[in-house]
């Protein structure tokens, strides 16, 4: 009875915060004034501040005070907003890593969502993580990575808020958002949903029957639109092979800069070199993707100005989508649903047929994305190439070449780093990410690789210990080729917190030094 309420409690508050509209349209010329000017340094802080008054008081207030001798922008936000801060993230002085890490669960977890009037928070009915820094909000993607680590936790508990979180997203907007905020509802992120599902079924045996409305809801997202494909090569997330066969690409909804990065997008945008007009269809895509920003979206392979998201069929979506549709046909076959575990089963084979045929280039023994419009795959060397041994869909020889590869390319003294190019951007050279590093490690134990496993692993544990130990934070990346330098790039200081560094790290604790 009680949950029951509470969801009729949540479905009224997303009423009120489905009318609530997005700070651009919300705040007009004083949004673009703050943004455009850094007024409050990153872009992000604006869009998540929480009003004082009435939008019609603060705009009117605007109006007549910002052209008046002495007007400070600054000054006025702060007078007529409260603006949010970084979480906290200290815990006790002192602690071995793993006492910090388990510490910081209860630091990063937020309580179910009250709503606040005009915020861009989409409230939420039950706990979660935030990543750290930032990040105020539950991440879609991150969710999965810090779930491995609340799983050796044994917080199931809180991994099951978190899906239920999910699931509750999923059946009120259609699609999991990037993060629970309005302006993040026009693209989703890697869809892990269906991975997240099979952890807890793993654990309970329940999962399957729970959430299986919710993984075909949101499988339908990804997949909306397909009868389009009869008179156009891509439309939406779709794109048309030359064989027919059907495959996927990050898109956004929404053609416009992103709120959270309005100046560094608007900027951008002047400098374009495509000459299409998708510059803010890329940016948006390539922030769905996960990866924003990195060479493998860049056309020259080096500067964000030649970003052609839209134009490439990526690795890593697909291959999760061939595992969301392995795990949809085994839910299916729980439940006695027999024609569609059969359909979905048809579906998964499909796809990775594929995107064995697309995105596999025997010449260089590597996975890549594939450009639709070039009918030619990028060459641009990511360590996200393997991930088709995570999601198992690579054949044993090609496993072997994608090991090689690890080994020769991306294998450096700090783990995997992410790509073989400095550009600057934070998703290439010297980085390397928690989530990469397990995406990697796992799928090269899919393939008992497991030397070159543990190799990656140890290295990257010994990068989070050694920072850990003069810091006290656990970081939102790493240096992996200079382990004595920080991160670096990107649009925003590198973060500390961090739910998906700590998720890894416990994991790789468990699998390579647990006794």
Not at 14 to 30: E, F, I, K, M, R
Not at 361 to 386: A, L, M
């Amino acid at each position: 009875m009680k949950k029951a309420l509470l969801l009729f409690l949540i479905v009224a508050n997303v009423a009120q915060a489905q009318l609530t509209p997005t700070p651009d349209v919300l705040w007009g010329q004083l949004f673009k004034d703050v943004q455009l000017t850094h007024t409050l340094g990153d872009n992000k802080t604006f869009v998540d501040c929480v009003p004082k008054h009435e939008p019609s008081v603060i705009l009117k207030k605007y109006a007549e005070q910002k052209s008046m001798s002495g007007f400070d922008l600054k000054t006025f936000v702060a007078d007529n907003f409260i603006i949010p801060s970084a979480p906290n993230v200290k815990v006790t002085a002192g602690l071995s890593l793993k006492d910090h890490l388990a510490e910081l669960w209860n630091v990063l977890t937020r309580n179910k969502d009250s709503v606040k009037k005009w915020s861009s928070l989409l409230p939420l009915p039950y706990s979660y993580i935030v990543p750290g820094g930032r990040f105020r909000e539950i991440y879609y993607w991150d969710s999965y990575f810090t779930m491995q680590g609340l799983a050796v936790s044994g917080r199931y508990d809180l991994i099951e808020d978190m899906v239920d979180n999910f699931s509750y997203l999923i059946m009120h907007y259609g699609h999991i958002p990037n993060g629970n905020r309005n302006y993040y509802l026009g693209r989703s992120q890697p869809p892990y949903f269906a991975m997240m599902v099979q952890l807890l079924q793993d654990h309970n045996g329940k999962a399957y029957k729970k959430f299986f409305p919710a993984m075909e809801k949101e499988y339908a997202f990804w997949m909306t639109g397909t009868e389009k494909l009869k008179t156009t090569r891509a439309y939406r997330r779709l794109v048309k092979m030359p064989d027919g066969s059907i495959l996927n690409r990050n898109w956004d909804d929404v053609n416009s800069p992103r709120q959270e990065s309005y100046a560094e997008d608007v900027a951008t945008s002047k400098i374009y070199k495509n000459g299409d007009g998708m510059v803010y269809r890329n940016l948006r895509g390539g922030a769905e993707s996960g990866i924003d920003f990195s060479s493998r979206w860049f056309r020259d392979t080096m500067h964000l100005n030649t970003i052609e998201t839209s134009n490439l069929v990526p690795v890593d979506l697909n291959s999760l989508l061939y595992a969301y549709e392995t795990i949809l046909s085994k839910a299916a076959k729980s439940i006695g649903a027999v024609s569609k575990e059969k359909m979905y089963a048809q579906k998964a084979e499909k796809r990775k047929a594929s995107v064995l045929k697309y995105c596999w280039d025997g010449r260089n023994n590597y996975f890549f994305d594939y450009d639709f419009i070039k009918n030619k795959t990028t060459g641009r060397w990511h360590i996200i190439g393997d991930i088709p041994l995570f999601c198992g869909l690579a054949t044993k020889h090609q496993a072997e070449g994608v090991m090689k590869a690890i080994e020769d390319k991306f294998l450096k003294d700090g783990g995997a780093v992410t790509s073989v190019y400095n550009t600057g951007e934070q998703w290439d050279a010297p980085n390397g990410w928690a989530p990469l590093e397990f995406i990697t490690v796992k799928g090269l134990m899919n393939y008992d690789y497991q030397d070159l496993a543990k190799k990656i692993a140890e290295r990257w544990m010994a990068v989070n210990e050694r920072v850990f130990s003069s810091t006290g934070k656990m970081l939102e990346k790493y240096n992996v080729e200079d382990t004595h330098l920080e991160s670096g790039g990107g649009e925003y200081p590198t973060q500390d917190g961090f739910g998906w560094t700590n998720g890894v790290y416990l994991a790789f604790d468990k699998m390579f030094r647990a006794k």
